[in-house]
């Protein structure tokens, strides 16, 4: 991915600590253009309605996510960074994962569940049965399918990026 | 180049890599490749693998 890292001093010799403060930097970009983004949608949804498009921003969101997780497999640095937060956590980055997950899951099943019950019920036992009915069908449907975002792709890429360590100390 | 006196001293002192890497904080893999001499540890983890291996910056590091 050289195109994405050009550097006007290729070829002389780079000043470390120049470098290390603009990787600072950098990083410090990454996050802002991340909250950027998010208060984006937030403010859209607040001042324009729940209609409103917010595809650029989930759009920003997810390809800088997912770029960085491919990136980090096929270096092999994710399976290091799991390996050195293991160690020194109370949680593995797998439990992490599954409670992440399913809270995502949960959340939006309890967030569609109070919406049917609001929205489209008369009150009463109505509201409730539709509240149970919704939510119960929705955390069937959004546990595994965030699981599977979360944990399963937290798997797959420290599988890959164990697999390009062990090339790599060949 | 490999860094074979590393490798030593880390045999000498009875460690495995994900021993020495748990020590000075980092991942197993990274001490596999500084001892492959693959990648250049910064000062600060030099320090550390010495004080980790009881032997100095010059004992691991400098090249005749």
């Given amino acids: 991915m050289k195109w994405f890292t050009w550097d006007?001093?290729?070829g002389k010799h780079a000043d470390e600590r120049v470098v290390n403060l603009q990787n600072k930097i950098y990083r410090e970009a990454y996050t802002l253009i991340m909250l950027i983004s998010l208060a984006s949608i937030i403010v859209k949804f607040v001042?324009?309605?729940?209609?409103?498009?917010?595809?650029?921003?989930?759009?920003?969101l997810l390809a800088s996510s997912l770029y960085?997780?491919?990136?980090?497999a096929s270096l092999g640095i994710y399976?290091?960074?799991?390996?050195?937060?293991?160690?020194?956590?109370?949680?593995?980055?797998s439990t992490k994962n599954i409670i992440a997950g399913s809270a995502l899951g949960l959340g939006l099943a309890l967030y569609f569940g109070f919406r049917s019950a609001t929205l489209y019920a008369?009150?009463?036992?109505?509201?409730?049965?539709?509240?149970?009915?919704?939510?119960?069908?929705?955390?069937?449907?959004?546990?595994?399918?965030?699981?599977?975002?979360?944990?399963?792709?937290?798997?797959?890429?420290?599988?890959?990026s164990m697999h390009v360590n062990k090339e790599e100390l060949e | 180049m490999k860094n074979i006196r590393m490798k030593l001293a880390r045999v000498e002192k009875d460690l495995s890599q994900e021993q020495l890497a748990q020590l000075v904080g980092v991942s197993r893999q990274t001490i596999g490749l500084i001892e492959l001499g693959k990648y250049n540890p910064s000062l600060s983890l030099c320090v550390?693998?010495?004080?980790?291996l009881s032997k100095t910056l010059n004992d691991l590091f400098w090249e005749e």
Avoid at chain 1, 47 to 60: A, F, R
Avoid at chain 1, 129 to 153: D, H, R
Wanted: positive net charge; glycine residues 4%; proline residues 4%.
């Fill in chain 1, 68 to 72: 960085y997780l491919i990136r980090s």
């Fill in chain 1, 47 to 60: 001042m324009l309605g729940k209609d409103t498009p917010v595809i650029t921003e989930i759009v920003i």
């Fill in chain 2, 48 to 52: 550390a693998i010495c004080k980790a």
């Fill in chain 1, 79 to 93: 399976s290091d960074a799991v390996e050195v937060h293991d160690r020194t956590s109370k949680f593995k980055m």
């Fill in chain 1, 8 to 10: 006007p001093n290729q």
């Fill in chain 1, 122 to 160: 008369d009150g009463g036992l109505q509201s409730l049965w539709y509240f149970v009915l919704v939510a119960f069908v929705s955390l069937m449907i959004y546990v595994p399918l965030f699981l599977l975002l979360t944990f399963g792709l937290h798997k797959a890429a420290n599988k890959a």
